[in-house]
């Protein structure tokens, strides 16, 4: 079985995070079943965050009597040190636990430093002192603000999008957490639904030894499927199979596409952009019947109503021309209404 540590942290684990995002969308009995079976196959680390609703509490409900065996990680969206505090005796409070392994900012439009007005760094800091957190971390989806982390000496851990469709500066990111002594969190190591394979999405981050998935899952087959991987009978290099898988799927999703993070909405016409703006990958990448509901058609039809605002386009941490993104994939679907 692998391992890795989280840098600085000193936090050592099976290499398999769970991304408590995904439990969220099932009831609490279930959340407890596919968190219990992932603790009973090795995982230790979890990572949930105070914006997903019910998922720390489900986490408090489903691991309270295992507490100290497991590492939780959660994140806080506060943009005032009132704020923060306020998010984290919340986040406590439904963890049922009176610490957090690691605290986060969760992607921050800015890099937080001391002497900020904000106060929010300070706000960490005296959780800590507290005992209340035990290690301070960020998350972001843009490149300048990571790199702003990592050079700022001020963090244990960067948690950034990563998997093998990675651009080479997000390799880059991960090589200077490395020199920095800093733990590597990866989400979305399936690129948000568009990689099929658990495998070859396991096999790549393997290679990284700082790295530490957080797969976000909510079927106990999916939770199951990366505990086979970590395990001796699994070849964890990268086979000539799983070269084919990722070679394949490079070169099918190269360019600009949609991550489905959501940070360009709300949208004032309703878009569900996130789902919208990929919609012609998944139609390519999953059994259309999926995506062809009438519910689906209703999401699609709603990208006619854009007002070319741009809200979108300005928030995107990835530089999309969304509105166009949207019109694009809207012309894919039309055989489909
Ligand atoms: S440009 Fe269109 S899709 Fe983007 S936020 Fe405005 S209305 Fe929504
Ligand atoms: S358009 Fe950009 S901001 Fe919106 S979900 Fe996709 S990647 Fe994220």
């Not at 609490?28 to 680390?45: K, N, P, S, T, V």
């Not at 914006?51 to 100290?68: H, M």
């Not at 490149?143 to 990563?162: C, H, M, N, R, V």
Request: some cysteine; hydrophobic content about 35%.
């Amino acid at each position: 079985m692998k391992y890795v540590t989280l840098g600085s942290t000193g936090i050592t684990v099976n290499k398999n995070g769970f991304g408590a995002l995904p439990i969220q969308r099932v009831s609490r009995d279930e959340a407890a079943a596919i968190l219990r079976r992932a603790y009973e196959g090795g995982i230790r680390f979890f990572d949930t965050a105070r914006f997903y609703t019910d998922s720390e509490s489900k986490i408090g409900y489903a691991l309270g009597d295992v507490r100290s065996d497991i590492f939780i990680a959660t994140k806080s969206m506060a943009l005032t040190a009132a704020e923060f505090k306020e998010q984290l005796a919340t986040s406590l409070r439904e963890l049922g636990t009176d610490y957090v392994d690691l605290m986060q900012f969760h992607n921050p439009p800015f890099c937080p430093m001391p002497g900020h007005e904000n106060g929010l760094y300070e706000a960490a800091l005296e959780a800590k002192a507290e005992g209340k957190i035990r290690h301070i971390g960020i998350t972001n989806h843009r490149l300048s603000i990571a790199k702003e982390a990592i050079e700022s000496g001020l963090y244990e851990t960067l948690q950034f999008p990563f998997s093998y469709l990675a651009a080479p500066e997000e390799v880059e990111l991960l090589k200077m957490c490395e020199e920095h002594n800093m733990g590597f969190l990866c989400m979305k190591g399936m690129a948000g639904g568009l990689i099929k394979s658990g495998r070859a999405a396991y096999a790549y981050i393997a290679q990284f030894e700082n790295a530490l998935p957080i797969w976000g899952v909510q079927k106990l087959e999916e939770i199951e499927e990366f505990l086979a991987c970590n395990t001796e009978e699994f070849e964890q290099d990268i086979t000539p199979e799983i070269e084919e898988i990722i070679a394949k799927d490079r070169e099918e999703l190269s360019g600009d596409f949609c991550r489905s993070c959501g940070y360009c909405m709300p949208c004032p016409a309703g878009i569900s952009i996130k789902d919208c703006a990929r919609m012609g990958l998944m139609l390519k990448r999953a059994p259309i019947s999926a995506y062809t509901t009438d519910a689906w058609k209703e999401e699609m039809h709603k990208i006619e109503n854009c007002v070319e605002c741009g809200q979108c386009k300005s928030r995107c941490p990835y530089g999309l021309d969304v509105p166009k993104l949207l019109k694009d994939n809207l012309e894919q679907y039309k055989p489909y209404f």
